[in-house]
Nanobody
Framework: VQLQASGGGLVQPGESLRLSCEFS????????MAWFRQGPNKEREFVAA????????MYADSVKGRWTASRDNAKNMAYLQMNSLKPEDTAVYFC????????????????WGQGTLVTVSS
């Protein structure tokens, strides 16, 4: 499995970005897809995770109500729509995949993308 995250950039507070994660490999629909982030001098933290068929999504409290995780199993893609961005959302964002992870635990994911930088600043 290989993951390729994209879509990061520099935005102003209140603006939106959509991150994408391209999954290369077999059986995308059998993987839980997740997003984590790591800010400057911070530990990697859970952002969101979505089940194999997209019928259930878990969010960190810090992004709940602002962001939406989704997936398209026909395209082997996962997405993170980030609205109402705040300066504290500045971080490198990673997508991760695993068939049976402990959702919020980064070490339980076996596959990781390279990260995409999101900077929120006026």
């Amino acid at each position: 499995v290989q993951l390729q995250a994209s879509g990061g950039g520099l935005v102003q507070p209140g603006e939106s970005l959509r991150l994408s994660c391209e999954f290369s490999g077999r059986s995308f629909s059998t993987y839980v897809m997740a997003w984590f982030r790591q800010g400057p001098n911070k530990e990697r933290e859970f952002v969101a995770a979505i089940t194999w068929n997209g019928d259930s999504v878990m969010y960190a409290d810090s992004v709940k109500g602002r962001w939406t995780a989704s997936r398209d199993n026909a395209k082997n893609m996962a997405y993170l729509q980030m609205n109402s961005l705040k300066p504290e959302d500045t971080a490198v964002y990673f997508c991760a995949a695993d068939p049976r992870p402990l959702w919020m635990v980064p070490t339980s994911y076996t596959s990781w993308g390279q990260g995409t930088l999101v900077t929120v600043s006026s």
